[in-house]
């Protein structure tokens, strides 16, 4: 599996971005679809993920109602839409693709086997 990440950059608090993330090579250990975070000094975070299968999709308590996770099969791309950006929210940010756990999508970056190259989202 193939990630390209894309739509990272520099916005104002309260400002909006779109990530994109193509992905290409599918296989049934890349059922989820997630997108990650991590900030200078800090621990990679799960942010949202979305089961390719069914749509469900799981967000962290940080961006719940301002980060929407989406997918477009047709394109083989997964969207994270992020509104009402704040400085905490300034970190790499990385999209990722594992199988499911339990009939179910986790956070947890050791159970995404697949990584992009991370693109930089910058609020300030």
């Known amino acids: 599996v193939q990630l390209v990440e894309s739509g990272g950059g520099l916005v104002q608090p309260g400002g909006s971005l779109r990530l994109s993330c193509a992905a290409s090579?599918?296989?049934?250990?890349?059922?989820?679809m997630g997108w990650f975070r991590q900030a200078p000094g800090k621990e990679r975070e799960g942010v949202a993920d979305?089961?390719?299968?069914?749509?469900?999709?799981y967000y962290a308590d940080s961006v719940k109602g301002r980060f929407t996770i989406s997918q477009d099969n047709a394109k083989n791309t997964v969207y994270l839409q992020m509104s009402s950006l704040k400085p905490e929210d300034t970190a790499m940010y990385y999209c990722a693709a594992g199988a499911l756990v339990g009939g179910s999508c986790t956070d947890r970056p050791a159970d995404f086997g697949y990584w992009g190259q991370g693109t930089q989202v910058t609020v300030s």
């Open positions: 090579g599918y296989t049934y250990s890349s059922n989820c």
């Open positions: 979305i089961y390719r299968g069914g749509g469900s999709t």
